[in-house]
C-alpha cells in the first residue's frame, strides 16, 4: 500500500534520473504524479521503427536501446515474432479484450490516470478498465501467480518513480504488430516529470527466453489539460460477428448481441 | 427467572466486547458501532479518510433484510422469485416488462456472467469477504477499485454534474460531503445490469445515491438508495455493512475471460435454449 520514499539515494541514480524541473509535491514529499495522462505516438501499433501501410502511421521506434531500435530477439523468437505479425489481425491478445499488460497499457491511444495520495499510488487506465495498484517495493511480489497487468512494485529514486513489474505472464502482447514477450518477462518501469504537464517514462524489458539482452523504450506522456477531462468507462461485449467490441458509453436503445428477450422471443418461448 | 436474568447478563456482557475497545471504554453512552466523530482518521482536507482495502460484511441476504425492514417498501410479487419470497422491490407491477424478465430468470442471463461489470449496487454486494475493494482518496477524488472484474469507479468530488449523452454499466459517479459522509450521486447508467443473481433489474432511468459513513476506524455504513421511475413506485434503500480487511491483504487481480465458455457451467433450467453451447 505505500510508495516508501526512498532514504538511500544512490548518487548515480540521481545524476541519471533527475530533471532540473522541480514537480509540486505531495504532503509527504513525494512529487505529484497526479492527473490524466496519455502517449501522442503511435508505438501501440509497432513499438519499433515501421513504414507506413494500411491504417498504420509511419514511426520511429520507441526503443532506445540498443541504439538500432530494434528488440534484441533470440533467433527462435524473431520468427515467432513474425508469425505473430502474420497472423495479428486474428491473435492480437487485445482482439479478446486482454487487458493490455505493460508496458503496452501506458502507449495506448487513450488516457490513463494516475491516483496518488501520501503512502498510495494506482494508474487506472481507460482500456478495459485496467488498474494497477502499485505496493511498496518492501512487499514482496506475489510470485507464482499471474496477471494481466503484472504485479506492480514501487519506490522512489530522486523524484522518479520506479516501478517494478513481474508476474506479466504470457498472455499479452507489446503492441499490435506482434512484438511479445514470454513469462519470464520482467520490467522496471521509470516515470519523471519533465514539466507539469509533461513526463518522460521508460521502461526496461529483461526475458531470458525472448530477448538476447535487457532493451529499453522511451516516450513522453502528455497531461489531458481540459479540466472535463476524464477517463470513460470502456467495457468489452462480444458482437454478432463473434468478436469483442468497446462499446460504452453505449447508448441503452442500442440493440446488443445479447438481447434475451428478444432471442427468446424468436425461439418461441416468449408469452 | 435467574436463568432468563442470568442470560441477559450474559448478552450484554457480549454486547460490550462485541463493541470497539474505543467505544467500550468511553465515558459516555454511544449507541452500539457508533464512534466520535473526533476518533476518525481524516485527511488534511478535514474529511474522514477512507481510505484502504473494505468488504461487504452484511452479505446480500443482510441486505435484503434491512431493505424488507425498511419502513413498508415491500410489494409481494409472488412466484416472481424463485424461492417463492415476496421481493422486497417496489416493482411497478408484473407488468410486461417483468414478466420477459421471468423468462430470463436463469443465470445464464445474469450480465456478470458475461463478465460485466456489475453496476450500482451490486458491486458493493459482493459476496462477503470473498471480493474486497481498494479506496484511494485525495481532496479531489475518491477512487474505488473493485476486485471483482477489475471494475473501477472514479468519483470527483468537485462539485462537477453528470454528462449528457453518456450511458454506462456503472453509471457515472459524483461525490460530495454531508458532514462526515461521503454521498456519492450516480446516474447515466445503461439499464443492461441486474441488482442480484434473482434477475432484479433496472433500467437506463436508474439513479443511484450512495452514503459512505465511517463508524469507526474500520467500519463503514454504507447505503444505497435506488430509485428508478419506470421500473420502481419509490425508491428504496438498502444497507451494508463495510469492513477493513487485515493490514496484510491486497487486491489479489481478477479477471473474467470465459465469456460464452464458462456459462455452460451455470445451471440450464428448463425452456432455456439460448445456450449457445447447449
Redesign the interface.
Known amino acids: 500500500m505505500i510508495v516508501a520514499t526512498a532514504v538511500a539515494i544512490a548518487t548515480s541514480a540521481r545524476a541519471k534520473t533527475q530533471s532540473s524541473y522541480s514537480p509540486p509535491r505531495l504532503s509527504d514529499g513525494t512529487p505529484d504524479f497526479r492527473g490524466i495522462w496519455q502517449a501522442r505516438v503511435p508505438a501501440y501499433l509497432n513499438l519499433e521503427g515501421h513504414p507506413a501501410e494500411a491504417g498504420v502511421r509511419a514511426s520511429p521506434s520507441i526503443v532506445i536501446d540498443p541504439a538500432d531500435g530494434w528488440i534484441p530477439y533470440l533467433p527462435d523468437a524473431l520468427k515467432q515474432r513474425a508469425k505473430n505479425y502474420e497472423s495479428r489481425a486474428t491473435t492480437d491478445p487485445a482482439i479478446n479484450c486482454f487487458q493490455a499488460g505493460v508496458p503496452r497499457a501506458i502507449f495506448l491511444p487513450t488516457p490513463f490516470q494516475i491516483f496518488q495520495s501520501a503512502g498510495r499510488l494506482a494508474i487506472v487506465y481507460t482500456d478495459n478498465h485496467s488498474y494497477r495498484i502499485v505496493l511498496a517495493s518492501l512487499i514482496p511480489h506475489d510470485d507464482g501467480i499471474d496477471f494481466f497487468m503484472g504485479d506492480s512494485r514501487g519506490h522512489w529514486e530522486a523524484d522518479t518513480l520506479v516501478i517494478d513489474v513481474t508476474d506479466l505472464g504470457d498472455q499479452t502482447w507489446l503492441d499490435a504488430a506482434g512484438n511479445y514477450h514470454s513469462d519470464q518477462l520482467h520490467v522496471v518501469e521509470r516515470y519523471t516529470l519533465l514539466g507539469p504537464n509533461t513526463m518522460k517514462y521508460e521502461a526496461t524489458m529483461t526475458d531470458p527466453k525472448v530477448y538476447a539482452r535487457p532493451w529499453t523504450v522511451r516516450l513522453l506522456l502528455y497531461r489531458a489539460r481540459r479540466s472535463r477531462a476524464r477517463i470513460i468507462e470502456d467495457e468489452c461485449i462480444d458482437g454478432p460477428d463473434g468478436v469483442w467490441h468497446h462499446v460504452s458509453p453505449i447508448d441503452p436503445k442500442a440493440v446488443l448481441h445479447h438481447d434475451y428477450p428478444a432471442e427468446l422471443a424468436q425461439q418461441g418461448n416468449h408469452p | 427467572m435467574g436463568t432468563l436474568r442470568e442470560a441477559t447478563i450474559g448478552f450484554m456482557a457480549l454486547t460490550v466486547v462485541l463493541l470497539s475497545p474505543r467505544a467500550a471504554t468511553a465515558q459516555t453512552a454511544e449507541k452500539p458501532g457508533e464512534s466520535k466523530a473526533s476518533d476518525l482518521p481524516r485527511?488534511?482536507d478535514g474529511h474522514p479518510d477512507l481510505?484502504?482495502?473494505w468488504h461487504n460484511e452484511s452479505g446480500y441476504q443482510a441486505a435484503l433484510k434491512n431493505l424488507r425492514g425498511g419502513g413498508g417498501l415491500a410489494v409481494a410479487l409472488g412466484d416472481f422469485h424463485s424461492a417463492g419470497v415476496p421481493l422486497p422491490f417496489p416493482y411497478w407491477s408484473i407488468t410486461k416488462q417483468i414478466?420477459?424478465?421471468r423468462?430470463?430468470h436463469d443465470p445464464y442471463?445474469d450480465p456478470e456472467a458475461?463478465?460485466?461489470?456489475p453496476g450500482v449496487p451490486r458491486e458493493t454486494e459482493q459476496p462477503s469477504s470473498l471480493f474486497p475493494f481498494?479506496i484511494?482518496?485525495?481532496e479531489?477524488?475518491v477512487?474505488i477499485?473493485y476486485e471483482y472484474t477489475?471494475?473501477?469507479r472514479?468519483i470527483?468530488e468537485d462539485g462537477?454534474s453528470h454528462p449528457k449523452?453518456?450511458?454506462?454499466?456503472?453509471g457515472d459517479s459524483r461525490g460530495h460531503w454531508e458532514g462526515d459522509t461521503l454521498v456519492v450521486d450516480v446516474a447515466?447508467?445503461?439499464?443492461?445490469t441486474w441488482l442480484d443473481m434473482e434477475a432484479n433489474f433496472v433500467?437506463?432511468n436508474e439513479h443511484v445515491v450512495e452514503r459512505y459513513t465511517m463508524t469507526g476506524a474500520n467500519t463503514i455504513a454504507y447505503s444505497a438508495t435506488v430509485e428508478d421511475p419506470t421500473v420502481f413506485t419509490k425508491p428504496w434503500t438498502m444497507e451494508l455493512e463495510l469492513k477493513r480487511n487485515p493490514a496484510k491483504d491486497?487486491?489479489?487481480?481478477y479477471?473474467c475471460?470465459e465469456?460464452?465458455r464458462d456459462v455452460e457451467h451455470y445451471p440450464k433450467s428448463e425452456?432455456n435454449?439460448?445456450n449457445p453451447h447447449e
Open positions: 485527511l488534511a481510505q484502504g482495502l414478466q420477459q424478465y423468462e430470463v442471463h458475461h463478465c460485466h461489470v481498494q484511494i482518496q485525495d479531489r477524488y477512487v477499485l477489475h471494475d473501477v472514479i470527483p462537477s449523452h453518456y450511458w454506462a454499466w456503472d447515466n447508467f445503461n439499464g443492461r433500467d437506463e491486497q487486491i489479489v487481480y479477471d475471460h465469456g460464452e425452456g435454449t439460448a
